[in-house]
Every structure is written in C-alpha cells, then in structure tokens.
DNA sequence: CTGAAAGCGCTAACAT
DNA sequence: ATGTTAGCGCTTTCAG
C-alpha cells in the first residue's frame, strides 16, 4: 500500500497537522521537525494524493485548453505546437493541461467539457477562436481564464496574441528593400483579427516604402486561407495583374497554394515572382525553393499564456496584461531581388 | 455553490446512496426514484466532482500518456497524432489523457511522473520506445499499462504496431510491378524493431519478385532516421552503385533528404529513379514530386491503443493482446515505371 | 510551533 | 429497493 499523510506523521512523530504544514512549506515549522518530516517523505517515498488534496482544497493542478474541432483540425500543427508549449511551461509550474476539443457551432445549452462540470481544471485557457456562447456558459465557473491567439469580446482577460501587424510589415519590407514595387497580397477570410492584422501592416508599410495601395493587388475575400484557396487567389490575382513581382500570402498553407500555381502558369520563384508567406510551417522549409516567411513562435504562445495563466493562480495578478509575442522574418529561397526590367 | 450529492438526493427526497447508485446506472433502483433522482439531477444540473470521486473510489479518470523527450521532439507529428490519436478515442470513454513526456536516459531513481506519483492516473500509455528502468519502475504502481510502436521486452502487455512488415513488401511490391529489377534500401538505426521488419519486408519481397538481395544495396547503418542521413546515405548509395532505379526509404524523413541528393546529382525523380518512402508525413506531400510512401494511421494507432487500455479497466481482458494496425501504399509521383534501358 | 478535529463530496459495505 | 454509515487522504481552522 502507497503510504499516507499518517504514515509520515507516525514516522517523524508529529501531527498530520504538521505534516501537511511542512509540505506546504509554511514558515512557522521549526527547522529540525521540518527536517526530521522531510526524512521520513522521503524514505517513505511519500507523496501527496491528488484526489484527496483536491477534495480538501479545491485545487486540482490541472488546466483546461479549449480549442475548437474546426481550429484543430484545420490548422492543426499550429494549435498542437501552441499545446505543446503551455504543456512545457505548465510542467515548470506543476501543472497538467487537459486538452479539450470542443465544437465550433457550440451554443448554450450544449454540454459542456466534463473537465469543467467536475471541477477538475483551475483554470481556463482559450487557444483560438471560440464562440462566445461557451465563454458566457464557462464564466459562471468562475475559473481564471486566459486567451491566446484570439481577443474576446469582453476585454477583461489576459491575452497572447502575435504581432501580425508587425509581421505584416516586416514581410512587405522585406520584399521592398528587395526593389519590389508591385506587391501583392492574398488571403482568406479577412474578417478574422490576425489576418486583418497582417493586411494592415501590408498597407502601412506599403505606405511606408512610397507605394501605393490597390485593392485590385489584394485578394482578401477566399473562404479560408487554404491551400486551395491560394491556388485560386493567385490564379485571379494573375489574370488581373500581370505586372506583379511579388506577394505576401497571409498565411504558409495559402503560400503553398499560390506557388503551386505560379509553377504550374510557367513563373519561377523567385525569378519571376517572389514569395512570402506567415507562421513558418513545416512544410515551407520543403518546398522547392523553400518558403520564406514570418516566423510565428508558437511553443512561445503556449507557454506565454500558461505564465499569464500561473500568475492568476498565484494570485500574482497585476490587471489583466496583453502580450504581443514578437514574430521574425525569416529569409530562405522563395524572395529575391526584383528582375531589372 | 454548485450542487453536491446531497443537494441532489434532498430534492429528490432520497438518501445519498440511492443518488450515487443511480449516477452508476445500478438496476437495482426502481423506475420511479430513478427518474425522480435525474430530474434533480437535470434540475440542480449536478455533476459528481471528480476530486471527491476519486478519493472514495481511487478512480481519476485520467490516463497518462508516455513519450521520450527525444522521439516526440525528433518525430513529433508523428507521437504527436498517435496522442491525438489516443485523446479522440479517450474522450468517447470519457477519459482525459494526461502528456507525460519523460528523458530518453531515464534511469532508476530519477523523479517519476507526477500524475504517478500522487495518482492521478488510472493507467499508463507508452508510446515509441522508452527506457526499460522507468517500465520496472512504473510496474510497482500496479496500473494498467499498454504500448503503441514499441514492443516491450516483457511480453504480457498489450500491444499496437505498425505493420511494418506488410509495408515494407508492400512498398517493393509497388517498385517490382513497376519493373524495376534494382531496388536499393536506405535507413538508420536498424537496430530499431520498426526498421528492421521494414527491412524483412524488403528483403523477402525481393525474394518473392525474384530479384536477389545484394548487402551494396542496402545503406542500413546511418545513425538515426532523419533528412540529412537520407542525404548522404543516398550519396554512397549512388556512388557504389549505378545501376538503380529504384530507391525504398524507412521513412520519409529520410527520403527527403535522399531526394534532394538525387536532385542534385542530376538524377530525375521519378524518371532517373523511383523513389518511395514511409509514415506518409506531411512534408512528402510539398516535395516536388509529391513523395510516394506507405502510409501508416496514426490516429489509428492510438485509437487503438487507447481502446485496449479501456478494455482492461473495464475488466473486459482477455490475454494481452497484440494488434498489428495495417498500413497502406500511397501513390503519388515518386513512383513510376522503370526507363527501357 | 504543533496538535486535535471537523469537514471536503463521494463510494460501497451493510442494514433493513 | 433504499437508507445508514464509515471511511477515502488531505487541508485548515482553532486551541494550546
């Protein structure tokens, strides 16, 4: 039988009382009991019941990280890698995430994550988008909650989110120190805030670089940013203008798309048209030339949000803080100079 | 406060007890109570907490997933769909999987998992390989344990492979067909038991297409499985032997790497040599040509070993059982048939 | 600084 | 078929 919190006060000849006191290292245990408990845990091998610990005191160590089936799925290294992260960071803080994957029509009423119904979360991560009808139900738990990759509504959260403005800017900087004056932009459901983003830093540094917008150079209005979306954008795109020498895809899987079909019309990348696109996936680095991009830290994300979501549990809350993680351009073979013409 | 059993059998003017046999679905309760007991129930929108469960029953509701650092970082798509794999399966048995990744060098005595350690688990996953000093270790714990891609010295647990085996004919009876008569081997680290059915495969395909094996054709001592292996054993593999036309990678890891050599030896794929690898990962799709390859089912995998780990807790053993998940050939443009030489 | 004791919410054995 | 009751192992007042 695994030893309990008796067996160790038998041990060292003390109360359960005080057992408990030196595991929660409460200061007023004097040096030799707190020494003379810690002996007998360790040759005991003992340690805590999670269950019982929960029962008495509400906390259960572990964190739910909700995101959407349709996120998931479709963009499914992304959120994995934001996962994996916040599971890093949470291993630091003695946490365990339950990775809980919810409907994306979720709508009052609907059953809610058992995680959460049988209170065995202390708190609430959001990755994504997520309706807003499971934040409403969620509330009433009155768990901590946080959010990466997404701004709620209700501002009143800690947030994670990429700098896409910044990313958007770098990306069309890149392409116009390179003497690109004909940039394009290609993207799919512009609704959404980080695409949105990136279109706005598209613009703003094409301002920057003294060149003119034309919204006949972005294609914003495909459903989702695919890879077959980017095939078709881009085969619009070039029908329409014949003059561009490069685009910044707002996402890698639009970018795979868009050189697809740059190949398959007889363009070369980059000779012909450079190419850019944004999170930096795994599949970038094997095209042929390889994507350049802007790299998305996302284990960085996850563990951004866990620190934020630690921090409210330690009741180390300042307000609620946003954190805007710092992307980076990263150069390979798909962007050149312009072609001299 | 939310709800706790009492609230629900005051309501339901009964005793605790009655509550909690009617929670476990126990026949034993008459129609009228029970329906009277799940109106409170609904009513109150009660849910046993988890914590208090756990604690009278020794029962978590969680399982622990087991991964080496090294396997889950080196191929992580790959464990990373076996756990969601595992996850999907779990939560139609209403399981939460807990991700536990440990040190490849784990040895006795180091820190086991926490989620063991105060039991928070009721029963252990491993996947890929892991340190026989932790699977002693854990065994003391006297959980439920499984495996998934590894085949554990002990015998007496249940099992899921890959049927390497199968794929590995499958792949050389795909070249054959297509007429190639010199079909080459590349992998690292045959030593592993995935690699070398693989290798089985090959060689008694060969043998059944009545081609002969030949040890210059097979490059099977490269260190690991990985791009830059795949490189350079395609370098030698290429400089001893002129006359393939036909390359079978363990994986496709390593025929990326195999691939970009051909390239730039001058060699056409699949015009030159045929090329096929192994997993079906991601990055073959974006090779240029899209990499063919034999796929293997990674959710499968965990699926399936997440449905043997929910028939031992439920007591529905029989003997350990081993399943062999099959695979499947994946033709896309690596592949073609031999040049009339 | 330490101990006694009262739960936390639930399960399961035992009564009835 | 239902109720009574004794824990499960831990935290947390409250005394001393």
Redesign the interface.
Known sequence: M?PTIKDVAQKAKVSIATVSLVIHNNEKISYETRMRVNKAIKDLNY?????????AS?K??NLAFIVTEDHFLRSE?FY?HIF?GA??EA?QN?Y????T?IRSDFKQGDRLP??I????VDGIIFAGKVPQDIISCLEKYELPMAFVDYYPPAENYPVVLIDNFSGGMQAVQHLSALGHRHIAFVAGDIQHPSIRDRFQGYKVALENAGLSYSSKMSIIDEAYPARENGYSAAKRLLRDNKNVTAIFSCNDAMA?GVMQFLKESGLRVPEDVSLIGFDDV???????PPLSTIGVPKLELGGEVMRLMADMLNNKVKSPKKVLVPVELIKRKSTAEVKIS
Chains 1, 2 share one sequence.
């Open positions: 695994t340690h805590p019941f999670r269950s019982a610990r929960g029962l509400r259960t160590g290294p994995t994996l599971e890093f291993r003695e365990y995430i339950l990775l994957i058992r995680c119904v049988e209170r065995n795979i795994d599949a970038g680095l094997s095209l042929d």
